[in-house]
T-cell receptor, first 114, second 117 residues
Framework: GAGVSQSPRYKVAKRGQDVALRCDPISGHVSLFWYQQALGQGPEFLTYFQNEAQLDKSGLPSDRFFAERPEGSVSTLKIQRTQQEDSAVYLC????????????FGSGTRLTVV | AQSVSQHNHHVILSEAASLELGCNYSYGGTVNLFWYVQYPGQHLQLLLKYFSGDPLVKGIKGFEAEFIKSKFSFNLRKPSVQWSDTAEYFCAVNAPISSGSARQLTFGSGTQLTVLP
């Protein structure tokens, strides 16, 4: 597609519920990133994929967070047993790879845990 | 670890005023520098970037930024703001892959710019 697409745009989860957030990167983009943006803060890095390989997951805040990109295109960020501090906007970004020139962000999924 | 400081949390200007938003980073090696903008209800968009070469970088919509290595700064400027520049502005830093930080960006906390008509 023309841009990075994320779904759902909004998600309300009860505390303890599992959620799955989807990212459709720009077609052909090799690199895919997930960021978490808490209210009033800048985005913070969660994890990075190059094709299907998860090369960096150093930003995942706990083992409740899990990301996958099994076929090197669509990615899913899963959060198990959600807690209130997980409330944030989750941003996905993709880039072509190779000579890196920055990347394109999606509009994000706003997760509210109640 | 890298960190980015944006000095102003909220800036309010009248149309036609000049803008300068501060950004300082802490990282001793070679860095790539970015300014992103987020208009209300929209996704983050790249305004401009610095990788190497001329430290004065021009971006879209009349924005420019100057990289001053000795001050670890990358301030964003615009000579005359418009109401449509109302948005949140984020400075970001990346240390090239040789440092082991892959291609992640470290963002500042953002500056909300409000331009009054």
């Amino acid at each position: 597609g023309a841009g990075v697409s994320q779904s759902p745009r909004y998600k309300v989860a009860k505390r303890g519920q599992d959620v799955a957030l989807r990212c459709d990167p720009i077609s052909g983009h090799v690199s895919l990133f997930w960021y978490q943006q808490a209210l009033g803060q800048g985005p913070e890095f969660l994890t990075y994929f190059q094709n299907e390989a998860q090369l960096d997951k150093s930003g995942l805040p706990s083992d409740r967070f899990f990301a996958e990109r099994p076929e090197g295109s669509v990615s899913t960020l899963k959060i198990q047993r959600t807690q209130q501090e997980d409330s944030a906007v989750y941003l996905c970004a993709s880039s072509l790879g190779g000579n890196w020139d920055g990347y394109t962000f999606g509009s994000g999924t706003r997760l509210t845990v109640v | 670890a890298q960190s980015v400081s944006q000095h102003n949390h909220h800036v309010i200007l009248s149309e036609a005023a000049s803008l300068e938003l501060g950004c300082n980073y802490s990282y001793g090696g070679t860095v790539n520098l970015f300014w992103y903008v987020q208009y209300p209800g929209q996704h983050l968009q790249l305004l401009l970037k610095y990788f190497s070469g001329d430290p004065l970088v021009k971006g879209i919509k009349g924005f420019e930024a100057e990289f001053i290595k000795s001050k670890f700064s990358f301030n964003l400027r615009k000579p005359s703001v418009q109401w449509s520049d109302t948005a949140e502005y984020f400075c970001a830093v990346n240390a090239p892959i040789s440092s082991g930080s892959a291609r992640q960006l470290t963002f500042g906390s953002g500056t909300q710019l409000t331009v009054l008509p």
